[in-house]
């Protein structure tokens, strides 16, 4: 079972996505992080590859897509803020 972020698991593994580009949102225990392509095309491709990463571990992210920008957050509402799963993604997301 998934479960919340302690205080010391945020520490450790927080910081590196930080230096990555990801922000906490700490007014809803989320990461936010805007991705920039050269096209629209660039950037629905990148949101299909993620999806299909998302429906594989059932952890989807909330997304806004405005021509070649995607705004990106990760929440786990079942458990009322930040998981494992959503370092998890955004670290997939940052390779794709």
Excluded: Q
Excluded at 12 to 29: K, M, Q, S, V
Excluded at 35 to 55: P, S
């Amino acid at each position: 079972m998934n479960e919340k972020l302690s205080s010391a698991a945020r520490d450790a593994i927080l910081g590196p996505l930080l230096e990555t580009g990801w922000e906490i949102d700490a007014g809803r225990d989320a990461i936010v992080k805007t991705f920039k392509f050269k096209t629209f095309n660039e950037a629905f491709g990148w949101m299909t590859r993620a999806a299909l990463w998302a429906e594989k571990w059932n952890h989807h992210p909330e997304w806004r897509n405005v021509y070649n920008t995607v705004d990106v957050c990760l929440t786990t509402h079942d458990v009322g803020g930040l998981s494992s799963l959503d370092v998890k993604l955004a670290r997939k997301l940052d390779t794709l």
